[in-house]
C-alpha cells in the first residue's frame, strides 16, 4: 500500500498497533536541555558543561510541532504534554500551548516541569489554554532534595513553582511526581504526602525505572508500590479508585479520611503496557513508541519537504503506530538470551529520557 492509499485507509479507520492499542496520546519534548542534573535521568558526568545539546535550529519549530500534532489528532490523539528536559527553557512556550490547545480533536494539553520557571509563566500557561500541570519534587529534605537534583535545584524555589501552578487555577489541577529510590528517599515520602494532603494537589510516587543507560539502575533500589502503599496505609488508610480511562498511568487511591487522592505508578512490579496509547515526539524531530526505544523514526525529511507533506506525514504515523508491538515493561523480567559463550548479551542502548521526556 503506497502513501496515499495508506492515508485514504487512515481516515476511515484510526490506527491501532499489532496488540490492538490506539494512538490516544502524544507526549512532546519541546528541549533537550534542562536546569537540573537529576542522576537517574542527566547525571552531571554525563551532562557536564562540555556536552552538546542540540541547536536551536536542530530543534523542531512550532509550526513543525503544530503540524506533528495536527495530524496525531486526526488519527485520534486527544492528549498531548509537553515534556523536556526542561520545556519552560524553550522560549515562547505559551504560544505553542495556545495553537495545540485550539487544534481540532485534543481535549487536553498538560506540561511535565521541575517547577522552578513556574512563577513566570504559570499565568500565561493557563491563559493560553494549558490544562493540567505537573511538577517533579523527590523530596522535602534540602539535603536530599539536592542530591536527587544534581546539585542544581533550588527546593524552595521549586515549592514556590508548584504554589504559583495552583494559585493560577488549572482546570485539570496540579499533580507533583515523587520517583522513589530506596535507600535515598524513600523515607521521606510521607513528609510529601504529609504537606499536599488537603490541598487538591495529587501526588504520583513513580516506582524507579531503568530508563536510559546512565543511572546505574538495579531493581534493588525499586520500591514496590505494593510496599510503599501498605507503609502509607498504616498511617493514612487509603481506599482504591476506579480508573478514569483505559490506559490510565497510575492507580489511584483516596484517603478515607477525605484528604484527597495519591497515585502509584509501578511500571516495574505491575507493567501495564497492555493499554499504552502514548506515542514520542523528541525535540528534534523523531517519533518513539515507548519510553524504553532503542531508535526512533525521523520525521524532520517530511517536515522539511515540499510535496505532500501533510499527507506523507499523516501516512507514516499511522505505518509506524499500525507496526508498533512495544511492552518493554512487562519483557523486563525476561533474562537476555545468552551468547555462545555464556555471558550476557549485550542490550541495545535506550533513548535518554531527558530526549523523549518521561
Known amino acids: 500500500m503506497d502513501d496515499a492509499q495508506n492515508s485514504r485507509a487512515v481516515r476511515s479507520a484510526p490506527p491501532v498497533d499489532r496488540l490492538g492499542r490506539p494512538l490516544r496520546d502524544l507526549r512532546i519534548s519541546v528541549m533537550d536541555r534542562c536546569n537540573f542534573r537529576c542522576p537517574y535521568c542527566m547525571p552531571e558526568a554525563t551532562y557536564h ?11 523542531l519549530d512550532f509550526d513543525e510541532i503544530e503540524r ?60 493560553a489554554g494549558l490544562r493540567r500541570v505537573t511538577v517533579s519534587l523527590d523530596s522535602l529534605d534540602p539535603a536530599v532534595f539536592a542530591h536527587m537534583s544534581g546539585g542544581r535545584g533550588d527546593l524552595s524555589a521549586v515549592l514556590k513553582g508548584i504554589d504559583a501552578a495552583c494559585a493560577a487555577g488549572f482546570e485539570g489541577g496540579v499533580k507533583i511526581n515523587t520517583v522513589v529510590q530506596r535507600g535515598v ?23 524507579y525505572m531503568d530508563v536510559g543507560n546512565r543511572n546505574g539502575w538495579d531493581r534493588a533500589d525499586v520500591v514496590p508500590s505494593s510496599e510503599l502503599r501498605a507503609r502509607i496505609a498504616a498511617r493514612w488508610p487509603l481506599e482504591p479508585l476506579p480508573p478514569r480511562y483505559r490506559g490510565e498511568v497510575a492507580r489511584r487511591y483516596r484517603y478515607v479520611d477525605g484528604a484527597g487522592e495519591i497515585g502509584f505508578v509501578s511500571s516495574v512490579s505491575a507493567p501495564f503496557c497492555g493499554a499504552c496509547s502514548r506515542a514520542r515526539l523528541s525535540s528534534d524531530g523523531k517519533l518513539y513508541t515507548c519510553l524504553f526505544a532503542t531508535a526512533g523514526t525521523d520525521l524532520r525529511p517530511l517536515l522539511r519537504g515540499n510535496d505532500d507533506i501533510d499527507e506523507r506525514l499523516r501516512a507514516t504515523l499511522s505505518r509506524v503506530w499500525r507496526h508498533r508491538s512495544d511492552r518493554y515493561s512487562e519483557e523486563r523480567t525476561h533474562p537476555p538470551a545468552l551468547s555462545g559463550g555464556g555471558e550476557k548479551a549485550s542490550a541495545p542502548e535506550k533513548i535518554e529520557m531527558h530526549y523523549i521526556g518521561g
Open 49 to 59: 558543561e562540555g556536552f552538546r545539546f542540540l541547536g536551536p535550529k536542530e530543534r
Open 68 to 127: 506533528v500534532a495536527r495530524m496525531a489528532a486526526e488519527l485520534g490523539v486527544t492528549k498531548i504534554r509537553l515534556t523536556g528536559g526542561e520545556p519552560l527553557l524553550r522560549a515562547g512556550l505559551p504560544d505553542l500551548v495556545q495553537r495545540l490547545s485550539s487544534l481540532p480533536g485534543i481535549e487536553d494539553v498538560a506540561l511535565t516541569t521541575n517547577g522552578v520557571l513556574l512563577p513566570r509563566f504559570a499565568p500565561a500557561l493557563r491563559q
Open 185 to 207: 528517599n524513600d523515607a521521606g515520602v510521607p513528609d510529601i504526602l504529609a504537606r499536599f494532603r488537603h490541598t487538591g494537589v495529587t501526588v504520583r510516587l513513580i516506582e
